[in-house]
C-alpha cells in the first residue's frame, strides 16, 4: 500500500470516530431533553442549542467524509453514457469543480466567517461558546475535501482507481 493511501485511510478513520462521538453526544442529548421535559417537567435550553451545533458539525464534517468514500449524491444517467475515456476526463473535471468549491466557499469564506465572529466576539446565546469555533468546521472541512479531491484526481490519472 502507497503512503499516500495509508495518510488517506488514516484521515478517514479519524473522522469516521469523530462522526460517531458527535452522533452518540447528539442522541445523549436529545434524549436528556426528552427525558427532562416528559419526566422532570423541565426544560434545558442548552441542549438544544448543543443539539444545533452538533448537527452542523455532523453534516459538514460528514460531507468532507462522504466525499473522501466518493459516494455523495450525484445523478448520472448521463454520465454512465459517456465512454471510459470520456467518464476519466468527466471525472476529473468534477473533481475539479468539487476543489474550487471547497476553496472558495468552504476554505475562503469560512475563514472570513470564522475570521469575523471571532472578532466581533459573537458568543452562541446559552453556551456562551465564540461562534467562530462552531463555523470552524466549515474551513476544516473544506481543506479535507480539496485533499481528498487532489488524491482522487491523482488515482484517476494514474487509473489506479475504478471510476465511479
Known sequence: MKRSEVIFNK??????????IIFGLLVIDVLW?????????????FTEEFARFALIWLSILGAAYL????EHLSMDFLYQKFSLKNQ????????LFILLFAL??????GLNLVYTTLHLEQLSGTLR???GY????????GLLIMYFSVYHIKNLMNNNKQLK
Do not use: C, D, H, W
Open 67 to 70: 466525499n473522501a468514500k466518493r
Open 11 to 20: 484521515i478517514n478513520k479519524i473522522i469516521e470516530v469523530f462522526l460517531v
Open 33 to 45: 431533553q426528552v427525558f427532562s421535559r416528559y419526566v422532570l417537567n423541565t426544560s434545558f435550553s
Open 129 to 131: 461558546i465564540p461562534l
Open 88 to 95: 476519466k476526463k468527466v471525472s476529473i473535471l468534477i473533481e
Open 104 to 109: 472558495i466557499v468552504m476554505v475562503i469564506g
Open 134 to 141: 462552531i463555523y470552524a468546521i466549515l474551513p476544516f472541512s
